[in-house]
């Protein structure tokens, strides 16, 4: 088993480019709901079966003078997640909140949070 260092995951979009250059952090969020199957008439014990999934994906990162690369909220990107230089999964997502933080005497910085819409594969 091998460790994998946090700055060897990155998000690139469907050209290849970073999605965000100077990312502090990312996290992907991978969600399945449980249904209940159970009647409260059956058991006293609630069952559960899975259901729907769902992803998401949130990014920290450095505000640079450029801003050609940040994503627009509600629009859909094709994104690529890579780790070590290899693509482990792809998928499409739409940017639902990007917010930009600047306090005197620090470096500005931002977040994105993008829905995962369909399979992230």
Not at 20 to 43: G, N, R
Not at 54 to 69: E, M, V
Request: aromatic share 4%.
């Amino acid at each position: 088993m091998s460790i994998i260092h946090g700055g060897k995951i990155q998000i690139y979009n469907s050209s290849g480019s970073v999605l965000m250059a100077a990312a502090k952090s990312c996290t992907i969020h991978k969600h399945a709901d449980a249904i209940e199957k159970s009647s409260s008439t059956s058991s006293t014990d609630k069952e559960f079966e899975p259901g729907r999934t769902s992803w998401s994906i949130d990014l920290a990162y450095l505000i640079t003078t450029s801003t050609d690369g940040l994503p627009l909220v509600g629009t859909k990107y094709l994104i690529k997640v890579m780790v070590n230089g290899t693509q482990a999964m792809s998928g499409y997502v739409i940017c639902t909140d990007c917010d930009i933080q600047a306090t005197q005497g620090n470096l500005s910085t931002g977040s994105i949070k993008m829905q995962g819409t369909g399979p992230l594969a």
